[in-house]
């Protein structure tokens, strides 16, 4: 369940941490309503033109059933050096009991360096919904029915 209070202020879903790295932050919101906490490298790495690196954090969590941890890019990382996560949102499982890593990967032309403290991606704690399976021999009809793929139209806007 998501958890907010009756005003609608989300109310933080505790994540159990163990004891990471010495002088390494946690991860953290950098402003009252980000979305996202920034994660710090727990490494010095160069990671080449063109290349990728799991980036080490030093985290390990136990995130609480019913949610998940998405690793996100950084747009400032991604729009100033090319450098982004390769399985961009990656997922951290609730059971997941190992070492949280970040996959980043090169797009730019330089080599990035990246020093152990350096904020490298962002944490999103979000709501796991799950599906079951219930077979059908057919299904409802839709004005899309088939259509995908750009089926309804280019780039061009639809009210002219
Ligand atoms: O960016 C990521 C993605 C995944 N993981 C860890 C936590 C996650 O719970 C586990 C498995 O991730 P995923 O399911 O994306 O990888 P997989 O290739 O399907 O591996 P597995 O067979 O272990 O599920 O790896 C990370 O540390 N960082
Ligand atoms: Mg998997």
Same mark, same amino acid.
């Given at each position: 369940?998501?958890?907010?209070? *009756?005003?609608?202020?989300?109310?933080?879903?505790? #994540?159990?941490?163990?004891?990471?790295?010495?002088?390494?932050?946690?991860?953290?919101?950098?402003?009252?309503?980000?979305?996202?906490?920034?994660?710090? $490298?727990?490494e010095d790495?160069?990671?080449?033109?063109?290349?990728?690196?799991?980036?080490?954090?030093?985290?390990?969590?136990?995130?609480?059933?019913?949610?998940?941890?998405?690793?996100?890019?950084?747009?400032?990382?991604?729009?100033?050096?090319?450098?982004?996560?390769?399985?961009?949102?990656?997922? #951290?499982? $609730?059971?997941?009991?190992?070492?949280?890593?970040? #996959?980043?990967?090169?797009?730019? *032309?330089?080599?990035?360096? #990246?020093r152990r403290?350096?904020?490298?991606?962002?944490?999103?704690?979000?709501?796991?919904?799950?599906?079951?399976?219930?077979?059908?021999?057919?299904?409802?009809? *839709?004005?899309?029915?088939?259509?995908?793929?750009? $089926?309804?139209?280019?780039?061009?806007?639809?009210?002219?």
């Amino acid at each position: 369940m998501h958890s907010s209070d *009756t005003s609608g202020t989300e109310v933080p879903v505790p #994540i159990k941490v163990l004891p990471h790295g010495e002088g390494l932050a946690l991860p953290a919101y950098a402003t009252d309503g980000a979305a996202g906490m920034d994660v710090v $490298s727990a490494e010095d790495v160069t990671i080449a033109a063109g290349a990728r690196h799991a980036v080490a954090t030093g985290l390990a969590v136990a995130i609480p059933h019913g949610f998940e941890i998405q690793v996100r890019p950084r747009s400032g990382l991604a729009l100033k050096h090319g450098i982004t996560v390769a399985n961009a949102p990656g997922t #951290i499982d $609730s059971d997941y009991r190992g070492e949280v890593k970040v #996959i980043l990967i090169n797009h730019g *032309t330089a080599p990035f360096e #990246i020093r152990r403290g350096d904020r490298v991606a962002q944490l999103v704690l979000a709501p796991v919904t799950r599906a079951s399976w219930l077979p059908v021999q057919e299904l409802d009809e *839709t004005v899309r029915g088939e259509g995908g793929f750009g $089926s309804t139209g280019g780039v061009v806007s639809l009210g002219n």
